[in-house]
């Protein structure tokens, strides 16, 4: 178990998508007490191919979001696999963005969301953090796993650098949990068409967007 803040934190990945698209972290620990949003921890895995596959895809289209959709099926999620997230919220899609708000690392990018799929911002390649996985293997339910921006070549991560919690797209490694909330079925595997919730590994919070500054106004 990971211990942060001297205070051991399960924390999902969330985002609320209007107003303000910043990702951040749901705590989910003291759900007893203080109930999560979970509304905006979810994001579904519509479309999964080869890194190979998607080069070639983008180099033929600049509709790549009219295409998102097809392709992607019920096939079963494999490492080393570019992924598309659409968060479930808002319909818009994970992205590594090109600001930046760390303080402590000036090499850092912003993690949020971005209206369509074009381009590379909005893809994610999936590598196993265990070595009894290997590129190729199905991603399985509950697997540590590393998330890596197809753009900038940069890791999802957990920064603590600043004093707050905040999520950002990094040279530095953070390990993330996949967990399937209605998939509709038991596998045991992650397929194309899954809606999920990312995890930091061995925590309780997930991902989610930042909520907008009070009077800030949601658009």
């Not at 519509?46 to 099926?73: D, F, H, P, Y």
């Not at 994970?94 to 303080?103: A, E, F």
């Amino acid at each position: 178990t990971t211990t942060l803040l001297k205070e051991q934190l399960k924390l999902c990945l969330s985002v609320e998508g209007f107003g303000n698209r910043l990702c951040s972290l749901e705590p989910t620990s003291n759900a007893q007490n203080v109930p999560p949003d979970l509304a905006v921890c979810c994001f579904v895995l519509e479309q999964s191919l080869s890194v190979r596959a998607l080069q070639e895809m983008l180099a033929n289209s600049s509709e790549i979001g009219s295409e998102s959709s097809q392709g992607g099926g019920h096939r079963t999620l494999l490492y080393g696999h570019a992924s598309l997230l659409r968060h479930s919220h808002s319909g818009m899609y994970l992205s590594c963005l090109t600001t930046s708000r760390s303080v402590t690392d000036e090499l850092a990018f912003d993690v949020g969301l971005q209206k369509d799929a074009a381009g590379e911002a909005c893809w994610w390649t999936m590598h196993p953090a265990s070595k009894q996985r290997s590129e190729g293997e199905k991603v399985r339910v509950g697997d540590d796993l590393i998330l890596v921006s197809v753009s900038s070549e940069r890791y999802l991560h957990l920064s603590t650098a600043s004093g707050e919690l905040q999520v950002d797209a990094s040279f530095m490694q953070t390990l993330w949990n996949m967990n399937p909330i209605c998939s509709g079925s038991e596998e045991g595997f992650v397929t194309g068409g899954h809606v999920l919730r990312l995890f930091h590994g061995h925590m309780d919070e997930c991902l989610t967007p930042t909520a907008p500054e009070q009077g800030e106004e949601r658009s």
